[in-house]
């Protein structure tokens, strides 16, 4: 068994922008949008400026109150499209229920929707044409791909459905020929699914959902849960009985909660570049 | 055992439409491009185009030879979007090798996009904001929704997993929160697979792939394969043997076929709506 280190990954991915950005004539430059006081918001949108900071891309923070009218986001997401010196775009999700997410997702300029969740980008990733790809599923495969899991022709299993996790998931693992099953919690029988995993992808926010009888031997095991709990922060697998079993598994923390953020930063140099 | 009549459930949908239609002020307008001397695209076009008449729609058919530009078919329809009375536009796939399908599915406008290959429409899709949704697919789910089968944590598999197909199929099956298995030619043992499928939806385009050893008792089973062989046309499914163990199954000839034309009456209408 062997725990894959999300933060060292991260970390090397994170050098590597920091690099390139050193050699770009002008720094990209990223806009963070918050609504509301959700510290969990607060907490995300605060580490994706400091890692910004950290790798020499210029970022600016817009808050808004969580009452603010959706005209008023939208009115700012038009500016911010039209600002040269802003490439990429992100507005922290979960928003205030009084606000329509698709809606305004809608409104970020494809070329600069850094978290790829305007539909145009989610459609081409879907078609096979993967440009700004949403950050969690994008940290997943790249992790996979730095431990050099093959995923052609493997039986993957992804525990979540929603379009930010499971379904940009689902497309990206299709996209590279694997065999993906989508389970949720409408899923009658989750353990006959994950038994037959030969990788398996969990984001159900459920802190130990997946328990050691429920994984055959030597699966791949990605835990993108992260559950706040008496015992601290813990993730969707009983990580310490499941280890025994698995050959490779992320831990929480310090799995796939860092590669998210290093995928930011190349989304944004991304955008960067496509914007010259 | 029953089998699905898609012939009589795609004529009272077209019925429908044409009483519809009936009652519009505006006859809804439909330009189909054809690109190229491919027979079975031919006859495909021009069913489209005898059904658009049957229901009153107005059909526009536009041609070009196999060598023709990318810039030509993309003028064609950029005039076609911005003309008040097209309502719908259908680009005839697969498109001949030298242009890029893609870039032209992009080019139709989404409000017009009757077959739903537009990445904005594709992006809906995924984000569950479903609008033009692409034909076959939409003819699967409708089938299945007219025979009253429950989809909700239903054991779905789907054999194809391109993005006419099986990923949009995938796509509706979950936003309906069904489980879904996608599988296709790398999918190691296919049989694995079926032989657990509640609803099993097959388009691999091989003769006989599905046999009754490979089904549970019950099962339902859309076929959505069409393959000419030298007794006729056949499905993906070895239709004699898995009848017996289905409880619902659509035959070839007059399954999925003759639905997919009915979803596209239905999107031109919407579109016709949705443009007033």
Not at 92 to 106: C, D, E, H
Request: contains cysteine; proline residues 5%.
């Amino acid at each position: 068994m062997a725990i894959i280190d999300g933060r060292k990954i991260a970390a090397e991915i994170k050098e590597k922008v920091r690099e390139e950005v050193e050699g770009m004539e002008t720094k990209p430059g990223l806009a963070t949008v918050l609504v509301g006081d959700d510290p969990a918001s607060q907490l995300y949108v605060k580490l994706k400026g400091k890692a910004c900071e950290e790798a020499g891309i210029k970022s600016e923070k817009y808050e808004f109150p969580g009452d603010a009218k959706e005209e008023e986001v939208i009115k700012l997401i038009r500016e911010l499209n039209s600002n040269s010196s802003i490439h990429g775009i992100l507005v922290q999700l979960p928003l205030p229920k009084n606000l329509n997410s698709q809606k305004i997702m809608a409104e970020i300029a494809p070329e600069k929707d850094v978290d790829g969740f305007n539909p145009v980008n989610m459609g081409r990733l879907l078609i096979g044409d993967e440009r700004f790809v949403p950050c969690t599923p994008k940290g997943v495969i790249r992790m996979l791909e730095h431990e050099k899991v093959e995923l052609k022709g493997k039986d993957c299993v992804i525990v979540n459905h929603s379009p930010v996790v499971g379904k940009p998931l689902a497309m990206l693992l299709l996209n590279r020929e694997a065999t993906v099953s989508v389970c949720h919690v409408k899923t009658k029988d989750l353990g006959k699914f994950t038994r037959e995993a030969e990788i398996l992808i969990v984001a159900a926010g459920v802190p130990g959902l997946i328990k050691a009888d429920m994984v055959k031997k030597g699966v791949v095991v990605i835990d993108v849960g992260i559950n706040k709990t008496k015992d601290g922060v813990v993730g969707d697998v009983d990580f310490e009985a499941v280890k025994e079993k698995a050959s490779l598994i992320t831990p929480v923390p310090g799995g796939v909660g860092p590669m998210t953020i290093a995928m930011l930063l190349e989304n944004t140099i991304l955008a960067a570049r496509w914007q010259k």
